[in-house]
Nanobody, 122 residues
Framework: VQLQASGGGSVQAGDSLRLSCAAG???????VAWFRQAPGKEREFVAG????????DYADSVKGRFTISRDRTKNMVYLQMDSLRPEDTARYFC?????????????????WGQGTLVTVSS
């Protein structure tokens, strides 16, 4: 499974961004998630979605602001980020699991993309 994240950029607090993850044809039966890593911090779970989109999960810090979705016909997974805050600044990675659901632990994901940088200024 090859993954390519895009859509990052520099925005102001309160703005929105949509990240895209090209997940490849073989990912259509896999759980996919977004993680992020800020400088000097551990990589943390942001949001995850099951193989058919029926189950989604979010970190408490982004609930109500971020929305994960997927289009299996295009092998794409998206992260809509609204009401961005400076603390959302990080490199965002999409990851795919061998399982259909995934989970919130980075160790449940075997395939990782390069990441895309999101910078939110106050």
């Amino acid at each position: 499974v090859q993954l390519q994240a895009s859509g990052g950029g520099s925005v102001q607090a309160g703005d929105s961004l949509r990240l895209s993850c090209a997940a490849g044809r073989t990912s259509s039966n896999n759980g996919v998630a977004w993680f992020r890593q800020a400088p000097g911090k551990e990589r943390e779970f942001v949001a995850g979605i099951s193989w058919n989109g029926g189950i989604t999960d979010y970190a408490d810090s982004v609930k109500g602001r971020f929305t994960i979705s997927r289009d299996r016909t295009k092998n794409m997974v998206y992260l809509q980020m609204d009401s961005l805050r400076p603390e959302d600044t990080a490199r965002y990675f999409c990851a795919a699991s061998r399982s259909a659901i995934g989970g919130s632990s980075r160790w449940q994901y075997q395939y990782w993309g390069q990441g895309t940088l999101v910078t939110v200024s106050s």
